[in-house]
């Protein structure tokens, strides 16, 4: 018999138990989680309940509708429509961004269908995600476009979702956009690219101990992929 002591397992926090109940819904149904359902699962009061979801917001986990207590966004889940849809074999989503549309295949770990648009024109964008890679993008030349530094997305984050992550059918189109800018001010991507850049944040959000990566961790993943300078900084 082993004398080799085991540090004990520590139980969940409340807040760590509403956040991946809050993930699971959406991931179950492809809506997040009223308010009430929350205080009803887990016993809580109103006050408790909204204090839990804006300590989830502060560690950016969610996003909530502008003073309520709403989920707006559980990245890379949107909790309401937008030009970016998400399918698999059995359920529909909508994500926050281009990059989001991408992450989902990291979060939920299944083969996704991304039905977007162009940001320029509204032509339609249709890519396939498998096995950690794109299968199928159409048209080919399209990309994702960030218009924001890294360092800058959390100034306001859902400006930054909604507005300034992208798709683009060509370069052509991004360089006709009024989103447009220097190379050191943005970033071109292929979806490849993105689903690499977002493994350590997206990976492991279904699961109960999933924390997001600091600052440190982020930018030696993104120097690994030979993302340097000071664009990639956050």
């Not at 549309?101 to 024109?121: M, Q, W, Y």
């Not at 930018?219 to 300078?229: D, K, P, R, V, Y």
Request: proline residues 6%; charged residues 20%; negative net charge.
């Amino acid at each position: 018999m082993s004398d080799v002591a085991h540090a004990p397992v520590s139980e969940p926090t409340l807040d760590q138990r509403v956040r991946l109940a809050i993930f699971q819904r959406l991931a179950d149904t492809g809506r997040p989680p009223v308010v009430e359902e929350l205080m009803a699962e887990f016993a809580m009061t109103r006050a408790d309940a909204v204090a839990t979801l804006n300590r989830l917001a502060e560690a950016r986990h969610i996003a909530l509708v502008n003073g309520t207590a709403r989920i707006l966004m559980a990245f890379p889940f949107s909790g309401i429509a937008t030009p970016f849809q998400v399918v698999t074999e059995d359920q529909s989503y909508f994500a926050n961004c281009a990059w989001d549309a991408v992450a989902l295949h990291s979060t939920l770990g299944k083969d996704i269908r991304i039905e977007s648009f162009c940001h320029h024109c509204g032509e339609r964008i249709t890519i396939e995600m498998s096995g950690g890679r794109a299968t199928l993008v159409e048209p080919a030349e399209a990309l994702v476009f960030l218009a924001l530094r890294p360092a800058q997305w959390w100034q306001d984050i859902i400006a930054t979702c909604s507005n300034t992550m992208v798709f683009f059918s060509s370069p052509a189109h991004r360089d006709a956009s009024d989103l447009a800018a220097s190379p050191e001010a943005a970033a071109s991507l292929t979806p490849d690219q993105v689903h690499a850049l977002g493994i350590p944040l997206y990976e492991k959000k279904l699961d109960i101990d999933y924390a997001r990566p600091g600052r440190d961790e982020l930018n030696a993943h993104f120097a690994s992929l030979g993302l340097t300078g000071p664009y990639w900084q956050v």
